[in-house]
């Protein structure tokens, strides 16, 4: 990762931490433009980095399928889905689910948010954070942390068969700093 690269990771976990510590005190963020600026900054910042520019357009294809339901008609509705769904598919058969984790990343996130298990602040943080790292190692890491978290709050509210809430930006933020760290140790290592 280059020195911009690793200022944007940098800022990118403080603002992760910033909202993971609404999330954790309201079980919200004040705006979304809390999420939707920095979504838009980590579309530029893949875009300008000039790699996996079709990442960019994965993320701006779900985002737009996410706002059908301002539409009046339900055949409309239906319509933007299903080209949403092609664009999509398009997009992994020409680019190989292999080489386009990040796009499967966010088509995981926001489907995700489509079957409302995570809010759609979760999955704007998510999506940006797929366009930040793109790599498969943001999702092990996310994985991880979401595993650490659900364990404590099980630990810390008892009752291992009901369910729990989990501050899933607290999650994202935990994520971030756990990938961020098998950078620096990657790094060291070579």
């Not at 364990?151 to 756990?178: F, M, N, S, T, Y």
Request: hydrophobic residues 65%; contains cysteine.
């Amino acid at each position: 990762m280059a020195i911009f690269g690793w200022v944007i990771s940098v800022v990118a976990l403080v603002w992760l931490i910033v909202v993971a510590v609404f999330d954790i005190r309201t079980r919200q963020v004040p705006s979304p433009l809390w999420t939707g600026i920095p979504l838009i900054v980590a579309a530029a910042y893949r875009l300008a980095a000039g790699t996996q520019a079709i990442i960019v357009a994965a993320a701006a294809v779900v985002l737009l399928v996410s706002e059908r339901r301002h539409l009046q008609q339900k055949l409309l509705e239906a319509f933007v889905v299903a080209a949403g769904i092609l664009v999509l598919g398009f997009i992994l058969l020409r680019f190989g689910i292999f080489n386009a984790t990040g796009i499967v990343g966010i088509i995981v996130f926001w489907v995700a948010w489509e079957l409302k298990l995570i809010g759609g602040a979760d999955a704007m943080v998510l999506i940006a954070c797929t366009l930040i790292w793109p790599g498969v190692e943001f999702v092990y890491a996310y994985l991880l942390a979401g595993l650490a978290w659900s364990v404590g709050v099980r630990i810390k509210e008892g009752g291992w068969l009901k369910g729990h809430d989990v501050p899933g930006l607290a999650v994202a933020a935990a994520a971030a700093a756990l990938y961020l760290l098998y950078r620096v140790l990657v790094l060291a290592a070579g």
